[in-house]
Antibody, heavy 121, light 107 residues
Framework: QLQLQESGPGLVKPSETLSLTCTVS??????????WGWIRQPPGKGLEWIGS???????YYSPSLKSRVTISVDTSKNHFSLNLSSVTAADTAVYYC?????????????WGQGTLVTVSS | EIVLTQSPGTLSLSPGERATLSCRAS???????LAWYQQKPGQAPRLLIY???SRATGIPDRFSGSGSGTDFTLTISRLEPEDFAVYYC????????FGQGTKVEIK
């Protein structure tokens, strides 16, 4: 059974960089059938797609976050990572990693449990 | 960027009733790339419908999706107690976007 697990600091100071890693187990991140994505959800609000990456390293970012986001993949470690720079309180959210499956027309069929990141001094 | 607008914001219904949720896109979406998710408090979203009308693995047949172009619908034929949750539509084009969600609450 595929599992995704987010990890990283739960507290980040304003203006600093938020860094999270998603470790994939029970399957290979190098499959040609999937994108791997980051989605966030501010407390009490809806879902916002941040960006996605293909195992080859091709990246796709939300236009509203593109200037601050970098997503990378490490196939040797079977994980992918998110860096979000110059954070503010508005970046406080639960951050999810997820798999977008070509077989479900790029719907996100597996999700991590999510990790709450708070931006505060 | 395609914007998805869901309506209503909240739907108050009783168990056994039919729920109809709407998702309208700011420009035409390929039906292949329209999905619906269910999210319960404290949980990650769960994929319900992909390709506008195909149920994901393990999803009961009381959930159905329809629509094309800019107008899509998620229907829950008879609400079970576990169906009260928030529902999101999502499209894939040059990137992914989500609607703002519809909360289905117990009346």
């Amino acid at each position: 059974q595929l599992q995704l697990q987010e990890s990283g600091p739960g507290l980040v100071k304003p203006s600093e960089t938020l860094s999270l890693t998603c470790t994939v187990s029970g399957g290979s991140i190098s499959s040609s059938s999937y994108y791997w994505g980051w989605i966030r959800q501010p407390p009490g609000k809806g879902l916002e797609w941040i960006g996605s990456i293909y195992y080859s390293g091709s990246t796709y970012y939300s236009p509203s976050l593109k200037s601050r986001v970098t997503i990378s993949v490490d196939t040797s470690k079977n994980h992918f990572s998110l860096n979000l720079s110059s954070v503010t309180a508005a970046d406080t959210a639960v951050y999810y990693c997820a798999r977008a499956n070509f077989n479900t027309w790029n719907g996100f069929d597996y999700w991590g449990q999510g990790t709450l990141v708070t931006v505060s001094s | 960027e395609i914007v998805l607008t869901q309506s209503p914001g909240t739907l108050s219904l009783s168990p056994g009733e039919r729920a109809t949720l709407s998702c309208r896109a700011s420009q035409s979406v390929s039906s292949s790339y329209l999905a619906w998710y269910q999210q319960k408090p404290g949980q990650a979203p769960r994929l319900l419908i992909y390709g506008a009308s195909s149920r994901a693995t393990g999803i009961p047949d009381r959930f159905s999706g329809s629509g094309s172009g800019t107008d899509f619908t998620l229907t829950i034929s008879r609400l079970e107690p576990e169906d009260f949750a928030v529902y999101y539509c999502q499209q894939y084009g040059s990137g992914w976007t989500f609607g703002q969600g519809t909360k289905v609450e117990i009346k």
